[in-house]
Nanobody, 124 residues
Framework: QLQLVESGGGLVQAGGSLRLSCVASKSSSNYYAITWSRQAPGKDREWVSCISGSGGSTNYADSVKDRFTISRDHSKNAVYLQMDNLNPEDTGVYYC?????????????????WGQGTQVTVSS
């Protein structure tokens, strides 16, 4: 059964960096786009970034553009989210999700499988 497992969250001071990982249990995931989303306390879940199955296309929410970088490594069935210059508004549980398509620029659409999430807390 295909599963996604996130890791890399933690507590960091404002201005710091974290690198999140999303590892799939099967290589079949490599064909599909992956989205990172986050949910802050009391707020709706919002997508942050997504990457195509090939890794050649990416998209970012305006709130993280130029601070976050998404990438993937097919040899490891992994997708990464490098988060730099973090601020307290980035605090939340971060989830990765597998799309039903190789690519769709609306990162929040066609998501069919979610990981359990990893907590990111940014202190001021």
């Amino acid at each position: 059964q295909l599963q996604l497992v996130e890791s890399g969250g933690g507590l960091v001071q404002a201005g710091g960096s974290l690198r999140l990982s999303c590892v799939a249990s099967k290589s079949s995931s490599n064909y599909y786009a992956i989205t990172w989303s986050r949910q802050a306390p009391g707020k709706d879940r919002e997508w942050v970034s997504c990457i195509s199955g090939s890794g050649g296309s990416t998209n970012y929410a305006d709130s993280v553009k130029d601070r976050f970088t998404i990438s993937r490594d097919h040899s490891k069935n992994a997708v990464y989210l490098q988060m730099d210059n973090l601020n307290p508004e980035d605090t939340g549980v971060y989830y990765c999700a597998l799309s039903s398509a190789p690519w769709y620029p609306d990162c929040g659409s066609y998501l069919r499988l979610w990981g359990q999430g990893t907590q990111v807390t940014v202190s001021s």
